[in-house]
């Protein structure tokens, strides 16, 4: 089978996948034993990376899985470095243009908003800049840091933005309330080692393709999940690590929503309000009418916002 090039991520899977991959990866591991020390009884750790679609594609799970069982788990994000840069070529990809398509296919698939444009209108080298960005953020904020992963990905997937340019990634340190400055010392500093300690942990246990997550309890136990699957998939791995979890029932209006997420897609308040993909669209169109949201849109799908974005 020839291999594909990381930036091509399987829809069906759900997953990117690293250069020499094997067999396909099994949906949910066997639950193994690891060491952990968390303050919560159950813990995540998510192998992603800023520009994986796949990791896009799971935005509105991951973030109702936060909303329904934040009060008993904690997620640990570590990069995974997809795309080092453009010498690997295979799978029909050996430039920037020829993933223009792909995104625009993955979007649809996913229905989440991605705009295969950038590709061609200002093509990144490497998801590695962005990746030793991030690491550089959870220096300041652990917290803001993941915020700021998700407004990157929103540059990069909607807005077209090169996220490799120290520009982009300082404005989107000011929209979380990161220090841009320090952001930028860390950036040539300490974040680059941290960078390699996730590579070398990815190696380590066995990671080859984006998303994948390691959900594990106090006992260590886990239970590995890959690629992009349904809500259920992940609620079944919680449950399944620490049976007495218990869902939250969280505030589901869109006051509500938006306090938690600056932005939102369709199809993520669709799965947050557990309402029909139509009518959550509809509903967001009436707010932004009303004032109360402003509205992005791309020639693959719209983001609401609480606020204007650059």
């Known amino acids: 089978m020839d291999k594909k090039h990381p930036v091509l991520c399987d829809p069906g899977s759900g997953i990117c996948e690293l250069p020499a991959t094997s067999s396909a990866i099994p949906v949910m591991s066997s639950v193994s034993k690891t060491k952990q020390s968390v303050t919560k009884p159950l813990k995540l750790l998510y192998f992603t990376d800023p520009i994986c679609s796949s990791c896009w594609g799971i935005e509105a799970p991951l973030r ?9 788990l904690e997620i640990e994000y570590r990069m995974g470095g997809l795309l080092p840069d453009w010498r690997y070529n295979s799978g029909g990809i050996s430039k920037p243009s020829d993933v223009a398509g792909h995104w625009d296919e993955v979007s649809n698939y996913y229905d989440m908003p991605i705009d295969g444009d950038v590709w061609l209108e200002d093509p990144l080298p490497s998801s590695f800049p962005p990746s030793i960005a991030f690491k550089a953020a959870q220096l300041q904020d652990p917290f803001k840091a993941v915020q700021w992963l998700r407004e990157i990905r929103e540059m990069v997937f909607l807005r077209k933005k090169n996220i ?8 989107a340190a000011v929209i979380v309330g990161l220090d841009a400055v320090q952001l930028k010392e860390d950036f040539a500093g300490k974040a680059n080692e941290l960078f390699q300690d996730d590579l070398n942990l990815a190696r ?19 239970v590995k999940v ?18 007495a979890a218990k869902p939250n029932r969280y505030d589901q209006q869109e006051v509500a929503l938006f306090t938690h997420f600056s932005s939102l897609t369709a199809r993520e308040f669709s799965e947050l309000t557990d309402t029909p993909r139509f009518e959550a669209e509809s509903r967001l169109n009436e707010l932004v009418a009303q004032g109360h949201l402003e509205k992005f849109v791309t020639k693959n799908g719209s983001i609401w916002n609480r606020g204007a974005r650059p």
Not at 64 to 72: D, E, R, S, V, Y
Not at 204 to 222: C, D, H, K, L, Y
Not at 226 to 243: R, S
């Open 204 to 222: 380590a246990m066995g990671v080859r393709g984006f998303p994948t997550i390691f959900f594990s309890n106090p006992a260590g136990e886990v």
């Open 64 to 72: 109702k899985l936060k909303l329904a069982f934040g009060h008993c």
């Open 164 to 171: 490799t340019r120290w520009e982009h990634l300082s404005m």
């Open 226 to 243: 890959n690629g992009a699957k349904p809500y259920a998939v992940f609620e079944q791995a919680v449950l399944k690590v620490y049976p």
